[in-house]
């Protein structure tokens, strides 16, 4: 009943084991608008997905999968709405997704028609489910689909005026024998006849997760070490999160050795999803290392992509969802209040406070509203932290305790969380109202 999915390459020694960090950022490509378009219940307008373009390109996305132009209506107005608005900057490529298959490939590129630089995406299915299930075709007639694509792109790159640069994916790669990836790949990569200035991008994508991410990773050093022209070529990940593993899969695989990410905000896509791209940079980010992406707006990232996909940001979503720098419990919130001060009074610029990751107002966040909040969890030390820092009353050990007891003592039996302004009532209402 239960199979082993996933092939390991012939090789019993990994490098990328012995590194314990990424050097610097990968070049990053968002697929929102085509794979996490495709997934979503109700598939973006014109205009949302013109919104959310150019919310990518604010980030600072230079690659953009803008969608599947052949395959339906609204993805090549929208293509063509980009163009002819002169909507795509001089700095970002558009990428556009086709089937190997002979007039996809041929509406793909009248569609991609006077943009400033284009990557054409040509796949076909290479595992052996889908070689067997699917397609019902030998490992030679599959490979011929590939080659095939590979000749006529390279054909219509050279009839067609235009910025063109090419990526070739077997998909579903995960389920496919490593030497025969590799196989199909060297193909490829023989018609397409890349070279250092015109590099060719090999997209290893995760289509469906499969195993453990060091497999992955095995899988991705052997192909990195066996391409053909790989001084030429630009080596790319696409993992999808089926077994929750798409941010380690990825990270573990740019250790052995690729170069390049595909991937989606808050990891929208198929199924669990493509890899968040979010939570990469900002791991990133956290080791310092710059990751030439801006996630300095947050909120009003988070604000746009519920709005357009109508998906949620859960609560707990790293770095971005609402509760990811929130300290409910006593013990937590009386180590934060401690370490702020600690910061505050060395004058500290590095961040090193417990239990908060980063400083939240590097990505748009706030110290008041998102890290102290009360609830009948809380202590002392964080709800007169908070009346200190918000309200600016500096309590006497004594009365901190006494209060504090008398707050959780009010959120309990109301059973709810009590925001700073009520604290603050209940403080007026305990001693000033008094006096
Ligand atoms: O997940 C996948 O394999 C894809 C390919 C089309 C790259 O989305
Ligand atoms: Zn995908």
Known sequence: KYQIGYYNP???????????????????????????????IVPMSLEEKLEFFQLLVKIGFKEIEVGFPAASETEYEFLRTLIEQNMIPEDVTVQVLTQCRDHIIRKTFEAVQGAPSAVIHFYNSTSVAQREQVFKKSKEEIKKIATDGATLVKQLAAEYPGNFRFEYSPESFTGTEPEYALEVCNAVLDIMQPTPEKPMIINLPVTVAMSMSHIYANQIEYMSDNLKYRDSVVLSLHPHNDRGCGVADTELALLAGADRVEGTLFGNGERTGNVDLITLAMNLYTHGVDPKLDFSDMPAIVELYERVTRMHVYERTPYAGALVFAAFSGSHQDAIAKGMNWRKEKGLHQWNVPYIPIDPTDIGRTYDGDVIRINSQSGKGGIGFLLQQKFGYDLPPKMREHFGYTVKSISDHAHKELSPDEVAQVFYDTYLNKC
């Open 10 to 40: 012939p090789k019993t020694e990994y490098r990328w084991v012995h590194k314990d960090h990424i050097e610097k950022a990968p070049s990053w490509c968002s697929v929102d608008l085509r794979d996490g378009n495709q997934s979503l």
